[in-house]
């Protein structure tokens, strides 16, 4: 029946059942179908089984579904509750692709070994991790892009926001445009925040996506209120929507933006005043007391947020008068921000350049169709050097006997000259 239906043996098919790759994806697609049907604990232990199977096979053909196997391993330990438990077994893995030169397994190994710290929040564990391991370029977009997102968390729950942008910005660009809505829509969540924390407002066109419109509220609202500098409308704000920050894990992140708050309403007041009391401050900002409000504005002030001065005795901010801005060097901040970008982008664009293969880099010599560049046209002169030494020297009487009439030729021409 078999033969007839798929026109193939059954010996030919029992051959291909036996193939190491055949049961394999066949395990992988069994584990697949139980995590769409949420059947996790199935799927655990299928998993498991495979791991178990695979993880001794070294054949090059069984690469790409010994990652996968990993992934989907990782998917089913996390959604069971037994991610962390299982890190040994993922950092033994890790540890054979790498002596393999499996960079498939290599990247996805990776990213789950960091993912189960970011979810433990031990992000300090994960920063290690990520410095003492260099990520295969050999791989797909889609792991790289999920990489540099787990890098820019990490950096930005370190303070280091700018290189954190940069990171996010890199990850958002590499994402799978038409698919992977979930994970774009993470990205441009945690990129909102950390463009907020730089002292930047993102431009309105990431709110107006159709696809992350209704998503991407609770972080409108957050950025409205950051550029407002109203504190009131900022705790509300987070009150409010605390489940859904909690849910992305950008709470911590979010309560950092207070200070901003208080810088945008001091930029404001600053450009409205030329002279105000501590007091009129503290009230216009929501602030508990004037000691902190002349805190948090003479931290804006050492910031370089607003020009002022404060009269201490007096209890009064004076604003100095305004400059033109391009005396200042804000202009050439812009600028080397701007130009880093556009440096960077050039750099993963040339690093993602196909150059011609050896083959195909060749050009034509006498007496040879085509030498390949550099070795090539050594050995080329080498084996002509080669072959003009193994020639030897004769008399003239053997010449005249083994001259050919185009060699008699030549020769009574040359007689002729010299005469």
Known sequence: EIEKKYHITQS???????????????????????????????????????IEKI???????????????????????EKTGNLQAKRGEFYAGYRAACLRLDQTSQAFLLNI?????????EYEQARNIASKTTFPEAVSNSQFSR????NGRIKAMRLEYTEAET????????????????????????KIVVELLTGAIPERSIFTQPDMRKQLIPYYLITQSVRSGNLISFGKVIDKYANIFIADKNYTLIQRLRHNVLKFGLRKIFLSYSRISLA????????ESVQEAEYVIAKAIRDGVI????????????????IDIYSTNEPQSAFYKRTSFCNSLRNEAVQALEYPKKEEKAINLPGKKEVVVAEDIVDFLKEVFDQIQSYKSVSYTHLRAHETREDLVCRLLLEKKKA
């Open 12 to 50: 030919r098919l029992n051959f291909f059942t036996g193939m190491p790759e055949i049961q394999a994806l066949l395990q992988l697609l069994r584990i697949m179908k139980m995590l769409d049907s949420h059947n996790e604990k199935e799927a655990y232990t299928l998993g498991s089984k495979l």
């Open 307 to 322: 020009d002022a001065t404060i009269n201490h005795k007096d209890q009064y901010l004076q604003t100095k008068q305004i």
């Open 113 to 121: 070994l960091i993912r189960s710290y970011l979810n433990e929040n």
């Open 55 to 77: 993880k001794d096979i070294n054949r090059r053909t069984l690469d790409p579904i010994n990652a996968r196997a990993y992934y989907f391993y990782a998917i089913a330990c």
């Open 147 to 150: 990489y540099l997102y787990y």
């Open 167 to 190: 990171r996010l910005v890199q990850a958002l660009g590499k994402a799978p445009q038409t698919s992977a809505k979930g994970f774009r829509l993470q990205i441009s969540k945690l």
């Open 280 to 287: 009129d401050i503290s009230k216009k900002l929501h602030m």
